[in-house]
Structures are given as structure tokens and as C-alpha cells.
């Protein structure tokens, strides 16, 4: 697996602007080769996988099995490189995406409000990521207003 992807991961509290800079930065730099995916909203592999897919306009009917969507996203991804957010990755069922999008050299930017949302990750998954941390700290009192 190459290294030179992008992983990291933004943490802090609710309402913090962790989902509007990743977006931002999404949309302005990476438009065309990126997805956005609400997790608390598509919380299993396979609706994050359709996702993603229907983002690239790749046109899913979501009744295929899991292993067909990681196909396509294998295919996708040998035509160009992607960046995936996937934003409340801490609502994940599970985290069997992570381990998908990394070893296809997905780059990775994971939005939570929990600090230790990926502290307890299985080892496989853990292993192929390398993640690099942006913390949004919260709000004082005199920048609210």
C-alpha cells in the first residue's frame, strides 16, 4: 500500500466548524475527485460504499452486495485518486470502511466529536492507516459574540 495518501482526522466539540471547514475544503480543492458522507446518517459500510459511489455518479441501486460496491470503488479508484469525508465516523456500525478506503489508497478526512472515536480500532485497520490529527478546539466565550 502507498503512504502517500491523505488520512486525518478532525475532532471537537459540536457545533465547532469541523463539518464546514472539511466540506470547504472539499469543495474547493478537491471537487471533482471527492465525497462526502454524513455517517450518522449512512452508518453501515454498504451505505457509505453507495455513497460514495453515487457521488462520483457511478449508479448504484443499493440491493448489490457489499462486495460489488468495493469493486466499483476499486475500479474508480484505478482511474484516479479520491478523497472520501466521512464525517461522524464515530456512528460507524463498524469500521470495516476504513480498512476498504485505505488499502485502495483513499485519501481519508474523518470528522468527529469524540476525541477517542478511532482510539479503539482492531489492529488490521489500525495498521493501515496513518492519520493525522486537527483538533478544533472549543469556542471562548468572547469569540461567540
Known sequence: MKQNNILIT???FASSGK??????VLESYFKDVSAYVNCWK???THEALK???LSFQIPVHGREPTGEL???IESLVKKKRIIVCLDEVDHLENF????ILSRNNVGLILASTCYHALIDLPSRIKSSLALTEIEFP???HE???
Open 70 to 72: 468495493i469493486k466499483q
Open 96 to 99: 470495516d470502511i476504513l480498512y
Open 19 to 24: 463539518t464546514t471547514v472539511a466540506r470547504w
Open 42 to 44: 449512512y452508518s453501515s
Open 10 to 12: 478532525i475532532d471537537g
Open 51 to 53: 455513497e460514495i459511489l
Open 138 to 140: 472549543a469556542y471562548k
Open 143 to 145: 469569540e461567540l459574540f
